[in-house]
């Protein structure tokens, strides 16, 4: 750039004052025209020629015209008229009306009138600037500015300049920029700029609190559990938080301090803000409008007449959703009183867009007309020098933006919506892709069949662009359309495709029904992951206007519907339960000829995502039954041919692991998608159905473990009979063959699902697995129940055992349940052996349970040792009531020592099942409980103070004859230790007088 003379232009203060006096110069006043050659002071109305080499002040009123080589220095309201070669500053409120080759310095508050091109000045912050053509540049700093060949350029830069008539353009420096909020001049009480030389009508930031005003679009989440994915709190939330905030409040204020964190924002957008707000926001605007951004003026004029007009007082306030194809911003009008003039009103505009999160641009007029000319542009970037926004929120010639007014209340009926479908309020003239895209994303279908006839009489070329009605990242409308679901405006955008010419139809149709984004994701995956059943009907009948004999060669590949990854939609479907969805993609299939299914239906079906997994097994993991129901109505197209050679692999729905759909249903419980998967397992064909059936019943993972195994592990009663009816698919003569291994469910190390549900006191899943035992065939009961039944782990510990330990009462008693199931020759070989529920070391589980003080699983345990034939009690019973450890301690004696008087009044009751004839040769025994060293258990009981176990035992003690019991106890209390001292003694040593005072009442009782 050219050079320009700078002066540092003082404001005229006394010192400068008294300098000028004290220079000897000719004052001027009321003349017309005068020339001066040397030093002078005009004013008063003046009107004086400065000739070259004169120096001239100007005041008040007067006029000056600076001849080359006059220097003029202009104050007041003075006006100078800066020739070649002449030298002006102009400062306070004067006037220079600037020609070519001058040297022009405007201050503060002072206004330069660019006359002819090729002119230039060096401008500071609160100066004026007018073009030639009447546009109006107000400057917010330092800058200089030339005007060449019509172009405006600041510090070396090219400016757009808004049009005359239609507001006024701000200019800063552009270089180094200071930040995008820099291109607005601030109201605020922290950040004053007193001298602006324009009011509030101008577009301003208002920000009362912290500056510059912070960009935290896309930056804060919404909260969400640990695990799940994040999602950006976007543009779209935030204004839709914006909005809630202005039409909830009765003057319409916002409160922006929630605003100014991640942490607020995250806090306060998800009240208001979430996506379904939005939506919902957008769903029951009173108006939409699609609108050129450069007519915003006359937008807001019409708005601010519809609030005067719904209020008797004129007051009022109205929310507008401002939309680009990539953006989305708010605006809240307001009309209040005037404070001067109570026939006005003031009329405030106030601004939001999200990447200035925590401030406005804001605008206050007295009268409409001052907002005719407005543009959307001005309000986004103000003087458009600083990192401009409006370039980036609309690309590739978008001109056009979608505007809501948005209602504080939820409709019935949202407003928009009509018999035809929904309609815009109004529509800008014109079309480009922009305006089809905002039609096809906003579901204004009735617009869109509006276009019908003016479409037809288009070219070619133009019909294809609209067609494909790409937004700034080529994501097309119809795209939009399928991915939120607006079937009535897909079925307008059909009858558009239809105006296209056969030859234009086979060129181009596949290619627009493809409507992939950016990323490479087809429409029609977004529809079937959101479940957009109609939608996807209305795609249907798209894709029916394909030529015949190009059908096949685009349809599959349209129907596979992958995303970037590989995903198809149909796994997104399954995986997400859209059961209506999957439907409707099977109208969508019916579509492929009979001839062409064989190669194509499979490989659609299998529906796998990047990693391999497909889509039943996804349906069959989240439990969505009507989803899998539905699969199964697609699996009815294959052919008889593809069912015999692939429906198994499809039914096994393994993941990249290896392990089935139905392994993950048992495991979480799902036992209406179990359901569902038997409906599945009866298209089966016969030649196959034996040898997969029992492969897709095992349902093994991975590792080998079974699904019947996790569901018994986990409880799932509901899946556990959900999984027997799947078993009543076995065919009668294969059932001896396969259902016990089926029903031992056995982990790669052994252990079965029924010792898990005995070891976490499943009570309600072992009768349900008691359930599953009933469909074993007679013959195979007695080969196999009583081995199913000792359900013994890696170790050879029994699921009884585990029960036992764990004090698992009503799992005890459910195991007691199918132990009746046992034929009579099973129960009198095994019962004993069952009901020892030995460990690896020889450990009875009674002997657990008296030493964890178990009292109900031992009462429970005794109602199994009544299902003993009498043969075997007579012979055993002593031998389980002993409950023996592997050094011989029994387990009452345990009992004892830890004091569970409880467990011991429990097994008293045990005792009582002692055959008659047998009962006073083994009581004794029974009842001295020694260890192996001899010690009983009252001694240890004494020893330890257990005064209530005590008790419990001398209950024990009533069972023996009485004549027998005097001398038993007297043998005990005289048992010594190795020291000498009997229990008694040791008891009065360690002070257990309790335990004492419970023996005496012992000997009280016994004669």
Same mark, same amino acid.
Request: proline residues 5%; hydrophobic residues 40%.
């Given at each position: 750039?050219?050079?320009?003379?700078?002066?540092?232009?003082?404001?005229?203060?006394?010192?400068?004052?008294?300098?000028?006096?004290?220079?000897?110069?000719?004052?001027?006043?009321?003349?017309?025209?005068?020339?001066?050659?040397?030093?002078?002071?005009?004013?008063?109305?003046?009107?004086?020629?400065?000739?070259?080499?004169?120096?001239?002040?100007?005041?008040?009123?007067?006029?000056?015209?600076?001849?080359?080589?006059?220097?003029?220095?202009?104050?007041?309201?003075?006006?100078?008229?800066?020739?070649?070669?002449?030298?002006?500053?102009?400062?306070?409120?004067?006037?220079?009306?600037?020609?070519?080759?001058?040297?022009?310095?405007?201050?503060?508050?002072?206004?330069?009138?660019?006359?002819?091109?090729?002119?230039?000045?060096?401008?500071?912050?609160?100066?004026?600037?007018?073009?030639?053509?009447?546009?109006?540049?107000?400057?917010?700093?330092?800058?200089?500015?030339?005007?060449?060949?019509?172009?405006?350029?600041?510090?070396?830069?090219?400016?757009?300049?808004?049009?005359?008539?239609?507001?006024?353009?701000?200019?800063?420096?552009?270089?180094?920029?200071?930040?995008?909020?820099?291109?607005?001049?601030?109201?605020?009480?922290?950040?004053?700029?007193?001298?602006?030389?324009?009011?509030?009508?101008?577009?301003?930031?208002?920000?009362?609190?912290?500056?510059?005003?912070?960009?935290?679009?896309?930056?804060?989440?919404?909260?969400?559990?640990?695990?799940?994915?994040?999602?950006?709190?976007?543009?779209?939330?935030?204004?839709?938080?914006?909005?809630?905030?202005?039409?909830?409040?009765?003057?319409?204020?916002?409160?922006?301090?929630?605003?100014?964190?991640?942490?607020?924002?995250?806090?306060?957008?998800?009240?208001?803000?979430?996506?379904?707000?939005?939506?919902?926001?957008?769903?029951?605007?009173?108006?939409?409008?699609?609108?050129?951004?450069?007519?915003?003026?006359?937008?807001?004029?019409?708005?601010?007449?519809?609030?005067?007009?719904?209020?008797?007082?004129?007051?009022?306030?109205?929310?507008?959703?401002?939309?680009?194809?990539?953006?989305?911003?708010?605006?809240?009008?307001?009309?209040?009183?005037?404070?001067?003039?109570?026939?006005?009103?003031?009329?405030?505009?106030?601004?939001?867009?999200?990447?200035?999160?925590?401030?406005?641009?804001?605008?206050?007029?007295?009268?409409?007309?001052?907002?005719?000319?407005?543009?959307?542009?001005?309000?986004?970037?103000?003087?458009?020098?600083?990192?401009?926004?409006?370039?980036?929120?609309?690309?590739?010639?978008?001109?056009?933006?979608?505007?809501?007014?948005?209602?504080?209340?939820?409709?019935?009926?949202?407003?928009?919506?009509?018999?035809?479908?929904?309609?815009?309020?109004?529509?800008?003239?014109?079309?480009?892709?922009?305006?089809?895209?905002?039609?096809?994303?906003?579901?204004?279908?009735?617009?869109?069949?509006?276009?019908?006839?003016?479409?037809?009489?288009?070219?070619?070329?133009?019909?294809?662009?609209?067609?494909?009605?790409?937004?700034?990242?080529?994501?097309?409308?119809?795209?939009?359309?399928?991915?939120?679901?607006?079937?009535?405006?897909?079925?307008?955008?059909?009858?558009?495709?239809?105006?296209?010419?056969?030859?234009?139809?086979?060129?181009?149709?596949?290619?627009?029904?493809?409507?992939?984004?950016?990323?490479?994701? #087809? !429409?029609?995956? @977004? =529809?079937? $992951?959101?479940? %957009? &059943?109609? *939608? +996807?009907?209305? /795609?249907?009948?798209?894709?029916?206007?394909?030529?015949?004999?190009?059908?096949?060669?685009?349809?599959?590949?349209?129907?596979?519907?992958?995303?970037?990854?590989?995903? #198809? !939609?149909?796994? @997104? =479907?399954? $995986?997400?339960? %859209? &059961?209506? *969805? +999957?439907?409707? /993609?099977?109208?969508?299939?019916?579509?492929?000829?009979?001839?062409?299914?064989?190669?194509?239906?499979?490989?659609?079906?299998?529906?796998?995502?990047?990693?391999?997994? #497909? !889509?039943?097994? @996804? =349906?069959? $993991?989240?439990? %969505? &039954?009507? *989803? +899998?129901?539905? /699969?199964?109505?697609?699996?009815?197209?294959?052919?008889?041919?593809?069912?015999?050679?692939?429906?198994?692999?499809?039914?096994?729905?393994?993941?990249?692991?290896?392990? #089935? !759909?139905?392994? @993950? =249903?048992? $495991?979480?419980? %799902? &036992?209406? *998608? +179990?359901?569902? /998967?038997?409906?599945?397992?009866?298209?089966?064909?016969?030649?196959?159905?034996?040898?997969?059936?029992?492969?897709?019943?095992?349902?093994?993972?991975?590792?080998?473990?079974?699904?019947?195994?996790?569901?018994?592990?986990?409880?799932?009663?509901?899946?556990?009979?959900?999984?027997?009816?799947?078993?009543?698919?076995?065919?009668?003569?294969?059932?001896?063959?396969?259902?016990?291994?089926?029903?031992?469910?056995?982990?790669?190390?052994?252990?079965?699902?029924?010792?898990?549900?005995?070891?976490?006191?499943?009570?309600?899943?072992?009768?349900?697995?008691?359930?599953?035992?009933?469909?074993?065939?007679?013959?195979?009961?007695?080969?196999?129940?009583?081995?199913?039944?000792?359900?013994?782990?890696?170790?050879?510990?029994?699921?009884?055992?585990?029960?036992?330990?764990?004090?698992?009462?009503?799992?005890?008693?459910?195991?007691?349940?199918?132990?009746?199931?046992?034929?009579?020759?099973?129960?009198?070989?095994?019962?004993?052996?069952?009901?020892?529920?030995?460990?690896?070391?020889?450990?009875?589980?009674?002997?657990?349970?008296?030493?964890?003080?178990?009292?109900?699983?031992?009462?429970?345990?005794?109602?199994?040792?009544?299902?003993?034939?009498?043969?075997?009690?007579?012979?055993?019973?002593?031998?389980?009531?002993?409950?023996?450890?592997?050094?011989?301690?029994?387990?009452?004696?345990?009992?004892?020592?830890?004091?569970?008087?409880?467990?011991?009044?429990?097994?008293?009751?045990?005792?009582?099942?002692?055959?008659?004839?047998?009962?006073?040769?083994?009581?004794?025994?029974?009842?001295?409980?020694?260890?192996?060293?001899?010690?009983?258990?009252?001694?240890?009981?004494?020893?330890?103070?257990?005064?209530?176990?005590?008790?419990?035992?001398?209950?024990?003690?009533?069972?023996?004859?009485?004549?027998?019991?005097?001398?038993?106890?007297?043998?005990?209390?005289?048992?010594?230790?190795?020291?000498?001292?009997?229990?008694?003694?040791?008891?009065?040593?360690?002070?257990?007088?309790?335990?004492?005072?419970?023996?005496?009442?012992?000997?009280?009782?016994?004669?």
């Amino acid at each position: 750039m050219e050079g320009i003379t700078r002066f540092k232009f003082h404001p005229q203060t006394d010192a400068l004052t008294s300098q000028e006096h004290a220079v000897s110069q000719e004052t001027i006043q009321g003349h017309d025209r005068k020339a001066v050659k040397g030093p002078a002071l005009v004013k008063d109305r003046a009107r004086v020629t400065a000739q070259r080499g004169s120096v001239v002040t100007v005041q008040d009123d007067a006029t000056v015209w600076a001849n080359p080589g006059a220097t003029v220095n202009a104050f007041g309201r003075s006006t100078v008229h800066a020739h070649r070669d002449a030298t002006v500053n102009a400062q306070g409120e004067s006037t220079v009306m600037v020609y070519r080759h001058s040297h022009v310095t405007v201050g503060a508050r002072a206004t330069a009138m660019f006359k002819e091109d090729d002119t230039q000045l060096h401008a500071a912050e609160g100066a004026v600037v007018h073009l030639p053509d009447g546009a109006v540049v107000a400057v917010t700093g330092d800058t200089d500015l030339t005007l060449k060949n019509g172009m405006l350029t600041v510090d070396g830069g090219s400016v757009r300049v808004v049009k005359p008539g239609e507001g006024m353009t701000m200019i800063r420096t552009v270089s180094p920029s200071p930040g995008h909020h820099a291109a607005f001049p601030v109201y605020n009480k922290e950040v004053q700029r007193p001298n602006l030389p324009f009011g509030k009508s101008v577009p301003y930031l208002s920000k009362k609190n912290a500056y510059p005003p912070a960009s935290l679009n896309c930056v804060a989440t919404f909260p969400a559990p640990a695990g799940a994915p994040e999602i950006d709190i976007a543009c779209r939330h935030l204004s839709a938080q914006y909005l809630y905030d202005c039409l909830h409040d009765e003057a319409g204020k916002v409160d922006l301090n929630p605003f100014e964190s991640v942490e607020q924002i995250a806090q306060h957008v998800s009240e208001n803000g979430t996506e379904a707000d939005y939506k919902t926001m957008r769903r029951d605007a009173q108006e939409a409008h699609l609108i050129k951004t450069d007519h915003l003026g006359k937008l807001l004029i019409d708005q601010f007449e519809k609030i005067e007009g719904e209020s008797p007082s004129g007051a009022g306030v109205r929310g507008l959703l401002v939309e680009s194809i990539e953006h989305t911003m708010a605006i809240r009008l307001r009309v209040k009183p005037h404070p001067q003039d109570a026939n006005k009103k003031i009329y405030v505009v106030t601004f939001y867009d999200s990447n200035m999160t925590d401030a406005t641009v804001r605008c206050e007029v007295d009268d409409l007309s001052k907002l005719n000319g407005q543009t959307l542009r001005q309000y986004i970037d103000g003087d458009g020098q600083h990192d401009s926004y409006y370039s980036s929120y609309f690309r590739n010639d978008e001109d056009c933006a979608l505007v809501y007014v948005c209602s504080p209340q939820a409709t019935q009926q949202p407003p928009l919506q009509t018999s035809q479908g929904r309609a815009l309020t109004s529509r800008c003239e014109g079309l480009s892709p922009a305006v089809m895209w905002q039609l096809l994303d906003g579901n204004f279908s009735v617009d869109l069949a509006g276009l019908s006839e003016d479409f037809a009489k288009l070219d070619v070329e133009t019909q294809i662009t609209l067609l494909a009605a790409k937004g700034p990242d080529d994501t097309p409308g119809l795209f939009m359309a399928l991915q939120e679901g607006h079937t009535e405006t897909i079925r307008a955008y059909g009858e558009l495709l239809k105006q296209l010419s056969e030859q234009a139809r086979v060129q181009y149709l596949a290619m627009l029904l493809e409507e992939k984004d950016a990323s490479g994701t #087809p !429409g029609l995956f @977004m =529809a079937l $992951q959101r479940g %957009h &059943a109609e *939608a +996807i009907r209305a /795609y249907r009948e798209l894709l029916e206007q394909l030529p015949e004999k190009d059908r096949v060669q685009y349809l599959a590949a349209l129907l596979e519907a992958k995303d970037a990854d590989g995903t #198809p !939609g149909l796994f @997104m =479907a399954l $995986q997400r339960g %859209h &059961a209506e *969805a +999957i439907r409707a /993609y099977r109208e969508l299939l019916e579509q492929l000829p009979e001839k062409d299914r064989v190669q194509y239906l499979a490989a659609l079906l299998e529906a796998k995502d990047a990693d391999g997994t #497909p !889509g039943l097994y @996804m =349906a069959l $993991q989240e439990g %969505h &039954a009507e *989803a +899998i129901r539905a /699969y199964g109505e697609l699996l009815k197209q294959l052919s008889e041919q593809v069912r015999v050679q692939y429906l198994a692999t499809l039914l096994e729905a393994k993941d990249l692991d290896g392990t #089935p !759909g139905l392994y @993950m =249903a048992l $495991q979480e419980g %799902h &036992a209406e *998608a +179990i359901g569902a /998967y038997e409906e599945l397992l009866k298209q089966l064909p016969k030649e196959a159905r034996i040898q997969s059936l029992v492969t897709l019943l095992e349902a093994k993972a991975a590792d080998g473990t079974p699904g019947l195994y996790v569901a018994l592990l986990d409880g799932h009663v509901e899946a556990i009979h959900a999984y027997g009816e799947l078993l009543k698919q076995l065919p009668e003569g294969d059932r001896v063959q396969f259902l016990p291994m089926l029903f031992e469910a056995k982990k790669a190390n052994g252990t079965p699902g029924l010792f898990m549900a005995l070891q976490e006191g499943h009570t309600e899943a072992i009768r349900a697995y008691g359930e599953l035992l009933k469909q074993l065939p007679e013959e195979a009961r007695v080969q196999y129940l009583a081995t199913l039944l000792e359900a013994k782990n890696a170790d050879g510990t029994p699921g009884l055992f585990m029960a036992l330990q764990d004090g698992h009462a009503e799992a005890i008693r459910s195991y007691g349940e199918l132990l009746e199931q046992l034929p009579k020759e099973a129960r009198d070989q095994f019962l004993v052996t069952l009901l020892e529920a030995k460990d690896l070391d020889g450990t009875p589980g009674l002997f657990m349970a008296l030493q964890d003080g178990h009292a109900e699983a031992i009462r429970s345990y005794g109602e199994l040792l009544e299902q003993l034939p009498k043969e075997a009690r007579d012979q055993f019973l002593v031998t389980l009531l002993e409950a023996k450890d592997l050094d011989g301690t029994p387990g009452l004696l345990i009992a004892l020592e830890e004091g569970h008087a409880e467990a011991i009044g429990a097994y008293g009751e045990l005792l009582k099942q002692l055959p008659e004839q047998a009962r006073d040769q083994y009581l004794v025994t029974l009842l001295e409980a020694k260890d192996a060293n001899g010690k009983p258990g009252l001694y240890v009981a004494l020893e330890n103070g257990h005064a209530e176990a005590i008790r419990a035992y001398a209950k024990l003690l009533k069972q023996l004859p009485v004549e027998a019991q005097a001398p038993f106890l007297v043998a005990l209390v005289e048992v010594k230790d190795a020291t000498g001292m009997t229990g008694l003694q040791v008891a009065s040593l360690e002070g257990h007088v309790e335990a004492i005072q419970a023996y005496s009442g012992i000997t009280q009782g016994i004669t």
